[in-house]
């Protein structure tokens, strides 16, 4: 979607205080784009002259029914934006989940049902609130003006966009030139997110790179209702534990923000050391020039080792406490020299002899019998330290200590 009528020079009404260009600034830190800068800015000013606090939207449909790190990132600078005085209004979109988002698709995404998506949201505000201020939050779900809507109001709405514009976004233009079908129901999601905006006047909307279509097209409507246009705010996607791909559930290469403190410290201290820095922008509440200092002790000479522990330290006090933080680096530094942290999980299991792959899924040491048994094929399986390299063993009853990888371990009572 083309920008150029955008007016980037708009006249900024209100004085242009130091708060303004410290909120100017806020808003800017680690993210990929701004649009319009000029405008916001003059939103910031006349919020400031006027004592009247921004609405900031930012919409997450419950795809599944946790929050990783990832997800954080526009969450951080919802808080940093809520900490200025401005009200944060997280959206939760039971509506747009069963239509299901096509960013970044090169197939139609399988719709949810209500009862998958009524468990999933469940989860996320109780999460997102380890974030945000939970008291000046306000939460709504998009099927308050979505449902209502009905037939004829869906076929109005769809009235105001053209389908050459649709097509302006990449992942449908290469599916239609590649002869890949587009399901008419998806050019429906970034039209209902769109309205959104207009629901709720928002005049900043936030979200991931690859939503940048969505929240133009949420702009672009503000201004078909006759209401200010909101501005748009993308972050970085944040890059997953392997390094190459955005963080995702289905990569497995996520850190879950209601994961076990030693979980979560082992999997940030697993990082490289470049990626370091990305987390420490986009995740840590600390001041750019102390990061910049940071990265320039480590060319001078010191150990990045000492920084990824206080990143990591940093984000588990977050999301569990300080107390937690400390015994999860204690159990990191006790696993590098091979030993076994002090408070691994007791389980009890019914059901011997029973295989190794369906021992470690009910065990919760792996999500599906498959990967477990691709851990056995990588020799990231150990029983009471000895490595299983036996795809097909079936393992007696007993008490013994499973460990998989470097940081997950049980203690497994079999009957």
Known sequence: MSLANENKTEQVKYPITDRVLEAMEVSKRGCDELLVEAEWLGKLARSEATKTPLRVKLGLDPTAPDIHLGHTVVLNKMRQLQDLGHTVIFLIGDFTSMIGDPSGRNATRPPLTKEEIAVNAQTYYQQASLVLDSSKTEVRYNSEWCDPLGARGIIQLAAKYTVARMLERDDFTKRYKGGIPISVHEFLYPLMQGYDSVALKSDLELGGTDQKFNLLVGRELQKEYSQEAQCILTMPLLVGTDGVDKMSKSKNNYIGISEAS???????????????????????????????????????????????????????????????????????????????????????????????????KQANLASSSSEALRNVEQGGVKIDGATVSDKALKVEAGTFVVQVGKRKFAKITLS
């Open 262 to 360: 030693s979980e979560m410290f082992g999997k940030l201290m697993s990082i490289s050391d470049e990626l370091m820095w990305s987390y420490f922008t986009l995740l840590s509440f600390k001041p750019l020039a102390e990061i910049a200092k940071m990265k320039q002790e480590v060319l001078s000479g010191r150990n990045p080792r000492d920084f990824k522990v206080a990143l990591a330290q940093e984000i588990v006090s977050r999301f569990h406490d300080a107390g937690a933080s400390e015994k999860a680096l204690e159990d990191f530094n006790h696993r590098a020299k091979g030993g076994i942290p002090d408070d691994i999980p007791e389980i009890t299991l019914m059901g011997a002899p029973i295989g190794i792959g369906q021992l470690l």
